[in-house]
C-alpha cells in the first residue's frame, strides 16, 4: 500500500469515526436492559480478577500438576468470559434497528471468540528509536504516538460488523508499516505482545512483532465467524452473506496456518488452524445447503430434485465428520471445548439423516423415473460413474420396492436424528441451546410420520439395508484471504521519510547544511528518482565536488525545508529558482552495512507472516528510480529548453 496523506481536512472525521472500537458501555433508553448491563460489567470485572490471579499462579508455579489445573480454570474464566460480553453486546443490539431478526429455525453456528490482550505502551521503544537511530525530537512524535496506542485500544472491542473488520484490517496495515521501519532481523521493538488463548484463555506472550501480526489476522477469522453466525439465514440473503463471511473466515485461518511457525499458544498451532479452516468450510457448505432449500420449494414428487437436496445434505455431513475426526485427535482434542464437538457430532448425524429423509422422499413420493434418469440415479445411490456396471442389486422400478427401499431410507434417518438428539443431551451446555433441539425434534417427527404412512399392517418383509447417499455439492465452498489492500491507511510515522530509506534496517549520516554555488556549467551533479532524490552523479572539479556532495547522497533539505517525501520534478523546480548566491543542502549518506534502498528481504520474522508487503495491501516507496530527466547540473541556457527534456551534467570547466 502506497503511503497517503494524513487526513487533516474533510474526510478526517470520518476516518477518526470508522478507527472506533465496538461501545460496550453504550447507553439505552430501557432502563431495566441497562440494569442487566451494569451486573454483567460486575461479573466480567471479577472474572478479569479471577484470570489475573490464576495467570500470576499459573507464571510462578512449576509443577506441572498445579500448571494443568489452573490451566483449566483458565479455559473456564475464558468462556466465562466470551458469554458475558456475547450476552452485553446483545443487549446492547437489542436497540438497534438494523439488527436481523430471524423468522425461521435454523441450526445454530459456531462463532469463535476473538483473542484478548493487555494494554500495550508504545511509547518507551519508539521515542529511543526515533531519537537514538532516526536523530529526531521524539518529544514532536507524540501525537503519532497516541494515535497508534488509540488504534491498539480500538482493536481490542471490534464491533461485529463491516466496521470492525476494516477495524482490524487498517491496524494489521499499519503494524506491516511499523514492521518495516522499526524491526530488523537482529533487533525487535522490545515490547512483549501478550494475548489470550481463544480456546483455553492461557496467556501468551512473544517480543516478536509477528506474533501481534498473527494475533490480529486470527481475530480477522474470528470476526467473521462471529458475523456469519449472526445472519438471518432464513432467507437467502442471509444465506449467501453467511456463506461469504465463513469462506472469508476459512480464508484467514489457511493463510495464518501458511505462513506463521512457532506458534506461543494452542488456538495458531497448525494443528488449531487446520481444525478451524474445516470448521468454516463445514458451516459454509451448511449455509449452501440451506440456500439450495430457500432457492425454491422442491415438490416431493420431483425425484431428482430430491436425490440432489440428499447428495448436498450427504456433503454436509461429511464436511462434519471430517471436522469431528481432527477435533477427536489429539493435540486438538486436549483445548477443544467439548460442545463443539459435541455440536459437531450432531451436525454430521443429522445431515446425514437428513440426506436419506430426501432420499426416502424420491423413491416413495416421487414420479416414475425414465430410462435415461437411471444411470443418474444409479449414481447417486450406489456412488458409481455413469460407465461403470453395478456390482450391487440394481435401483427398484416397481412401485412396491421402491416403498420398500424408501422405507429402509426411512428407517437410517430416524436412526440418525434420534442418535443426533441423544448426543445432545448428553452435553449440558447443548441442552441450553433450546433451538437445536427444536429443530431435531422436528426432523424426527417429519420422519416419524412419513414412516408411519409407509408401514403397511401386512408388511411382514423385513427391509434390506439402505445404501448409503453418495456424497456431492453444486458449489463446494474456497477459503478467501483477507483483503488486505481493500483498506487504505497512511503510515503513521510518515514524517520520518519514505521506508526504503528512513528505517531501521540503515544506517545513515547526515550532512549539511551544505552550501553549494553556481557555476557557468550549473552546480556540478545529476538527480535521479523520488522521495528521495538521489545524486546520481558528481562533476570531478566542479561546485558540487568541491562542496563535498558526493555520487549516491540523499537530498533531504533544500534551504531549510524539508524534501524526503518530494518528486524529483519538486526538487528540480526548487533548485531552478535559485539565483547565483547558490542553495544550501542537507544530505544524507548511507553507511556500509546498510541495506540498498529496494533490496534485501522484506519478510517478517517467524516464518515470513504474511509473505510480502505486496500481499498485505501495502507497499513501501520503491527505491530511487531512473528519471528521464535526471537534473541537475544546467546551465542557464538549458531553462529553454522544451518540458521533459533530459538535461545532462555540465562538463568540467
Request: proline share 7%; with cysteine.
Amino acid at each position: 500500500m502506497v503511503p497517503e496523506g494524513r487526513p487533516d481536512g474533510a474526510g478526517a472525521g470520518e476516518e477518526s469515526a470508522r478507527l472506533q472500537g465496538c461501545d460496550l458501555l453504550a447507553s439505552s433508553q430501557h432502563g431495566c436492559l441497562q440494569s442487566r448491563r451494569a451486573q454483567i460489567h460486575q461479573q466480567i470485572d471479577r472474572e478479569l480478577r479471577m484470570r489475573t490471579g490464576a495467570e500470576n499462579l499459573y507464571r510462578a508455579t512449576s509443577n506441572a500438576r498445579v500448571r494443568e489445573t489452573v490451566a483449566l480454570e483458565l479455559s473456564y474464566v475464558n468462556s466465562s468470559l466470551q458469554l458475558l460480553k456475547e450476552e452485553l453486546e446483545g443487549l446492547d443490539g437489542n436497540v438497534d434497528a438494523d439488527q436481523p431478526q430471524s423468522e425461521g429455525i435454523t441450526v445454530p453456528m459456531i462463532p469463535l471468540g476473538l483473542k484478548e490482550t493487555k494494554q500495550l505502551d508504545w511509547a518507551t521503544p519508539l521515542k529511543e528509536l526515533i531519537s537514538g537511530h532516526f536523530g529526531e525530537d521524539s518529544a514532536s512524535y507524540e501525537a503519532e504516538i497516541r494515535e497508534l496506542e488509540d488504534l491498539r485500544q480500538a482493536t481490542r472491542t471490534p464491533s461485529r460488523s463491516e466496521a470492525g473488520l476494516e477495524l482490524l484490517t487498517a491496524y494489521y496495515n499499519q503494524l506491516c508499516f511499523q514492521e518495516a521501519r522499526f524491526v530488523t532481523p537482529a533487533r525487535s521493538l522490545g515490547l512483549l505482545f501478550h494475548w489470550y488463548d481463544s480456546l483455553t484463555g492461557v496467556p501468551a506472550q512473544q517480543r516478536a512483532l509477528a506474533f501481534e501480526k498473527g494475533s490480529v489476522l486470527f481475530n480477522i477469522g474470528a470476526l467473521h465467524s462471529q458475523i456469519g453466525a449472526r445472519q438471518d439465514r432464513s432467507c437467502p440473503e442471509g444465506t449467501s452473506c453467511a456463506v461469504e463471511a465463513f469462506q472469508r473466515a476459512a480464508g484467514a485461518f489457511s493463510l495464518l496456518r501458511e505462513n506463521f511457525s512457532h506458534a506461543p499458544s494452542p488456538d495458531m498451532s497448525p494443528a488449531s488452524l487446520s481444525m478451524l479452516e474445516q470448521l468454516m468450510t463445514a458451516q459454509a457448505q451448511e449455509c449452501i445447503f440451506e440456500g439450495l432449500l430457500l432457492q425454491a420449494p422442491v415438490a416431493p414428487h420431483d425425484c431428482l430434485a430430491q436425490l440432489h437436496l440428499a447428495q448436498e445434505a450427504a456433503q454436509v455431513a461429511a464436511e462434519y465428520r471430517l471436522v469431528h475426526q481432527t477435533m477427536a485427535q489429539p493435540p486438538v482434542q486436549d483445548y477443544v471445548p467439548f460442545p463443539w464437538t459435541t455440536l459437531v457430532h450432531v451436525k454430521a448425524e443429522y445431515f446425514r439423516a437428513l440426506a436419506h429423509y430426501h432420499a426416502a422422499l424420491a423413491l416413495c413420493d416421487g414420479a416414475p423415473v425414465a430410462e435415461v434418469e437411471l444411470p443418474a440415479l444409479e449414481q447417486i445411490f450406489l456412488g458409481l460413474p455413469a460407465s461403470s456396471e453395478p456390482q450391487g442389486p440394481a435401483l427398484p422400478q416397481e412401485q412396491e420396492d421402491r416403498r420398500k427401499l424408501g422405507k429402509a431410507h426411512l428407517k437410517r434417518a430416524i436412526l440418525g436424528q434420534e442418535e443426533a438428539l441423544r448426543l445432545h443431551a448428553v452435553c449440558r451446555a447443548l441442552r441450553r441451546v433450546d433451538l437445536l433441539q427444536v429443530v431435531l425434534a422436528q426432523a424426527l417427527r417429519r420422519s416419524l410420520a412419513k414412516y408411519s404412512e409407509l408401514d403397511l399392517e401386512d408388511d411382514f418383509c423385513e427391509a434390506a439395508e439402505a445404501p448409503d447417499v453418495r456424497p456431492k455439492t453444486q458449489r463446494r465452498p474456497e477459503g478467501r484471504a483477507p483483503s488486505f489492500s481493500r483498506v487504505k491507511v497512511a503510515d503513521i510515522f510518515h514524517r520520518l521519510g519514505p521506508l526504503s530509506v528512513f528505517s531501521a534496517k540503515n544506517r545513515w549520516r547526515l550532512a549539511g547544511p551544505i552550501h553549494v554555488a553556481r557555476g557557468e556549467r550549473g552546480f556540478g551533479f545529476t538527480l535521479r528518482g523520488d522521495a528521495p532524490v538521489l545524486i546520481a552523479a558528481v562533476v570531478p572539479g566542479g561546485r558540487a565536488a568541491a562542496a563535498g556532495l558526493k555520487e549516491g547522497d540523499y537530498i533531504v533539505s533544500v534551504n531549510g525545508q524539508p524534501c524526503r517525501w518530494w518528486k524529483h520534478a519538486d526538487v528540480v523546480a526548487q533548485l531552478k529558482g535559485v539565483g547565483d548566491e547558490g542553495v544550501s543542502l542537507q544530505v544524507l549518506t548511507l553507511l556500509p552495512g546498510a541495506e540498498p534502498p529496494g533490496s534485501g528481504d522484506r519478510r517478517p520474522a517467524l516464518g515470513g507472516l504474511l509473505r510480502s508487503q505486496k500481499e498485505s495491501g501495502w507497499e513501501t516507496p520503491g527505491p530511487a528510480q531512473a528519471s528521464p530527466r535526471p537534473l541537475l547540473g544546467w546551465n542557464r541556457k538549458a531553462k529553454r529548453g522544451k518540458t521533459g527534456r533530459r538535461l545532462s551534467p555540465a562538463p568540467h570547466p
